[in-house]
C-alpha cells in the first residue's frame, strides 16, 4: 500500500515535465471540443456514422497499442523475449484481413451498435444480455489493467504515487470521453497514433546507438541470452507452449479479437460507408506489420543496459525512456506512450457504455428509453465503467504481467462468443436455443479449465472446440429462425448492402 501512496524522488528536466503538462493539457482540450458534435445517441456511440477511413485505420490501432503492447509488450520481451512478438504477427494480421472480409460486412448490414446486438437479432436477446455482460465486465477490468499501466509509467519516470497516476488519468480520459463520444474517441486516437509511432522510432535508434550500433546489439543478446531469440518457446513452456500459440492464439484468441471486441469494432460500425469500414481494417492491417520490431526492442534494450533486474517486467519500457534518452526527446517519448494508454482507456469506456446503455438496460427495462435520455444514460454509464476501473486497476499488480493478466481474462469467454459468432454468420441452421445454451455451457466449460490449471491458449481452443460441438448438436434438435428473421445475418441471406440505424 505504502507503494500506491508514496512519492519518489527521481531527476526529471523541466523540458520533460513542460512537454508532459502540454500534452495532457491540450489533448484533454482537443478532445472536450467534439461536445459540439454530439446531439443524438448515434452521434455519442457511432459518431453519427461518419469516420472516413484512414481516422478509423489510425484509431484501430492507437487504441490496439496501448497498454497491451507498448507496456505489456516490452515487458514481456524482457521476461521471454522474441515470442512475445508471436501476439502482433499470428495474433493480429490474418484475423485483420478476415474481419475486415467476412465479419465486418454483416455487422453493417445487420445495422447494429454493438456486438451484442447482432448476437441478439441472429440468436435471442438472451443471448445479447448475457454477451453484453460478459464483455462489459471484461471492459471494466481491462480499463483498469489501462490505468494501472498509465501509473507505473508515472510513477517510474516522475515518481508519482501509483493512486494519484490513476486519478489524473482517469479524469483527463474521461472529461473528452464522455464530452465526445466516439468522434472525440477517434480523432484523438489519430493524434496520439502519430506520437506514439514517431516516439517508438526514436526509442529504436535511440537504443540501438546507446548498445553500440545494430550489429553489437544483435551479437551481445545472441552470447547473453540466446534463449530470448527463439520466436516459438517449447511445448512445456507455461506461458506461450507453441501449440497453444498456433491453437489458441492464431486459430481462437485472435480472430476471436479482432472480429468480436466492441472496442475494435465499434470504429468500423461509425463509418460513413461499408467500404470505408473494410478498408480500415485493412489500413489497421498494414500499419501493424511495422508494430512488433517497436514493441519488443525496448524490452531487448532494458534487459542489456538495466544494471540490476527490474522488480516488474513491465518497468522495461518506462526504464528505456527515462534512463537511454536525453531531455526532451525523453519528455516526448514518454508523452507517446502516456497517448498509447490513454487511447486504450478512452476506447474501452466508449464501449462498455453503448453495451450497458442499449444492450443490457435497454433489453432488461420494459419501456426503451428516447434518445436524448439514452444519450445521458451512456454518459452516465461512461463516468461509472470508469470508476469501476480505478477500482480494479490494483488487481493487476497481481499477475506476472500485463499481457498475462489480459490474454487470461480472454480465454474464460473469447472462445463460446467466437463460435457464436462465426457459426451464427456461416450456417442458417444454427438455433436461437443452441446459442444460448452454448454459450453458458461453454463459459462454464472454459472455467472448468482455468480451474484446472490449464494453460490459457489451450483454454481459448478447447472452449471453442466445445461451443462449436454444442451448437451444431443442439440445433439438430431445436427450430431455427425463418429466412425473414435471418436477413443480412448470416452468409446466405444477404438481400441488400446496408441498413440504416
Same mark, same amino acid.
Given at each position: ?322 534512463? /537511454? +534518452?536525453?531531455? *526532451?526527446?525523453?519528455? #516526448? %517519448?514518454?508523452? @507517446?506512450?502516456?497517448?498509447? =494508454?490513454?487511447?486504450?482507456?478512452? &476506447? ?24 436524448a435520455a439514452e444519450l445521458r444514460m451512456g ?6 465503467a470508469l470508476a469501476a476501473g480505478i477500482l ?47 454459450? /453458458? +455451457?461453454?463459459? *462454464?466449460?472454459?472455467? #472448468? %479449465?482455468?480451474? @484446472?490449471?490449464?494453460?490459457? =491458449?489451450?483454454?481459448?481452443?478447447? &472452449? ?12 439438430a434438435f431445436t427450430r431455427p429462425k425463418s ?19
Amino acid at each position: 500500500m505504502d507503494n500506491l501512496l508514496s512519492f519518489t524522488h527521481t531527476d526529471v528536466s523541466w523540458i520533460d515535465l513542460g512537454l508532459l503538462f502540454a500534452y495532457l493539457a491540450g489533448i484533454t482540450v482537443y478532445g472536450y471540443l467534439f461536445k459540439s458534435r454530439v446531439h443524438t445517441s448515434r452521434d455519442y456511440f457511432l459518431a453519427g456514422k461518419s469516420l472516413p477511413w484512414w481516422i478509423i485505420g489510425m484509431s484501430i490501432i492507437g487504441t490496439n497499442i496501448g497498454s497491451n503492447d507498448y507496456v505489456g509488450g516490452a515487458g514481456g520481451a524482457y521476461r521471454i523475449g522474441m515470442a512475445q512478438a508471436n501476439f502482433e504477427w499470428i495474433g493480429a494480421i490474418p484475423a485483420m484481413i478476415i474481419a475486415a472480409f467476412i465479419f465486418i460486412p454483416f455487422y453493417w448490414r445487420a445495422g447494429v451498435f454493438s456486438i451484442p446486438e447482432y448476437l441478439g437479432k441472429r440468436y435471442s436477446e438472451s443471448v445479447r444480455v448475457i454477451a453484453a455482460l460478459i464483455l462489459s465486465l471484461f471492459s471494466v477490468l481491462i480499463v483498469g489493467v489501462f490505468l494501472w499501466a498509465t501509473a507505473l509509467m508515472l510513477q517510474t519516470y516522475l515518481g508519482w504515487p501509483i493512486l494519484l497516476s490513476i486519478f489524473i488519468t482517469a479524469g483527463v480520459v474521461g472529461l473528452y470521453t464522455v464530452s465526445g463520444g466516439l468522434a472525440a474517441v477517434a480523432y484523438t486516437d489519430a493524434v496520439q497514433l502519430v506520437i506514439m509511432f514517431a516516439g517508438a522510432v526514436v526509442v529504436a535508434v535511440v537504443g540501438v546507438n546507446a548498445a553500440g550500433g545494430a550489429v553489437n546489439f544483435a551479437t551481445q543478446l545472441q552470447e547473453r541470452f540466446p534463449d530470448h531469440l527463439h520466436t516459438f518457446l517449447p511445448s512445456t513452456h507455461d506461458e506461450f507452449p507453441w501449440p497453444g500459440v498456433l491453437l489458441g492464439l492464431g486459430l481462437v484468441l485472435s480472430p476471436a479479437y479482432w472480429c468480436t471486441n466492441q472496442a475494435i469494432m465499434q470504429r468500423c460500425l461509425g463509418a460513413r460507408t461499408e467500404w470505408d469500414g473494410k478498408a480500415s481494417m485493412m489500413f489497421a492491417a498494414m500499419a501493424k506489420t511495422f508494430v512488433p520490431l517497436l514493441i519488443v526492442l525496448p524490452g531487448f534494450f532494458a534487459l542489456l543496459m538495466a544494471p540490476e533486474h527490474l522488480g516488474l517486467s513491465d518497468q522495461a519500457l518506462p526504464w528505456v525512456v527515462k534512463n /537511454l +534518452l536525453p531531455p *526532451g526527446v525523453s519528455g #516526448l %517519448l514518454f508523452v @507517446a506512450f502516456i497517448a498509447a =494508454l490513454q487511447s486504450s482507456v478512452s &476506447s474501452t469506456l466508449n464501449s462498455a457504455s453503448v453495451m450497458v446503455t442499449r444492450d443490457i438496460l435497454g433489453v432488461i427495462r420494459s419501456k426503451r428509453l428516447d434518445d436524448a435520455a439514452e444519450l445521458r444514460m451512456g454518459r452516465m454509464i461512461t463516468i461509472a465503467a470508469l470508476a469501476a476501473g480505478i477500482l480494479c486497476a490494483p488487481l493487476t499488480a497481481q499477475f506476472r504481467g500485463i499481457y498475462v493478466y489480459v490474454q487470461q481474462l480472454l480465454s474464460f469467454f473469447q472462445g463460446p462468443v467466437f463460435a457464436l459468432l462465426l457459426m451464427g454468420i456461416l450456417f442458417k441452421r444454427i438455433t436461437p436455443r443452441a446459442g444460448l445454451w452454448s454459450l /453458458l +455451457l461453454g463459459l *462454464g466449460f472454459a472455467a #472448468l %479449465l482455468g480451474l @484446472a490449471g490449464l494453460n490459457m =491458449l489451450y483454454m481459448a481452443f478447447w &472452449s471453442f472446440v466445445m461451443s462449436v460441438a454444442l451448437l451444431f448438436m443442439i440445433s439438430a434438435f431445436t427450430r431455427p429462425k425463418s429466412a425473414s428473421e435471418l436477413e443480412n445475418l448470416t452468409y446466405t441471406s444477404v438481400v441488400k448492402e446496408v441498413v440504416d440505424v
